[in-house]
């Protein structure tokens, strides 16, 4: 098993900045790509960004030039720097891995962070 301890949600004003924190841990596991979803009530999980192995990174339309995903791979730890948030932004944050355990590929999820953005 794999898991995933997120960190860094809350409460802030519109054009603040808030960073999630997301750690993996387990045995014998190597992350081939990690990513960020959210979820707002009653609607399907989305895609926010994602960063692969190299380096590679990509973001949804509607966080481009706000939101910056990062990886730090000594620590299996991954960030999400929002800045310039809105209110559109408030939903769940999800950590998400893809890694390979026992040569198979598996999926795995956090417990999810809120994020409230509100005047």
């Known amino acids: 098993q794999v898991q995933l301890v997120e960190s860094g949600g809350g409460f802030v004003q519109p054009g603040g900045s808030l960073r999630l924190s997301c750690t993996a841990s387990?045995?014998?596991?190597?992350?081939?790509?990690m990513a960020w979803y959210r979820q707002y009530p009653e609607k399907e999980r989305e895609l926010v960004a994602t960063?692969?192995?190299?380096?590679?990174?990509n973001y949804a339309d509607s966080v481009k030039g706000r939101f910056t995903i990062s990886r730090d791979n000594a620590k299996n730890t991954m960030y999400l720097q929002m800045n310039k948030l809105k209110p559109e932004d408030t939903a769940v944050y999800y950590c998400?891995?893809?890694?390979?355990?026992?040569?198979?590929?598996?999926?795995?999820w956090g417990q999810g962070t809120q994020v409230t953005v509100s005047s």
């Open positions: 387990g045995s014998s596991f190597s992350i081939v790509r």
């Open positions: 998400n891995t893809l890694a390979i355990r026992r040569s198979r590929p598996e999926t795995y």
């Open positions: 960063v692969i192995n190299g380096g590679n990174t």
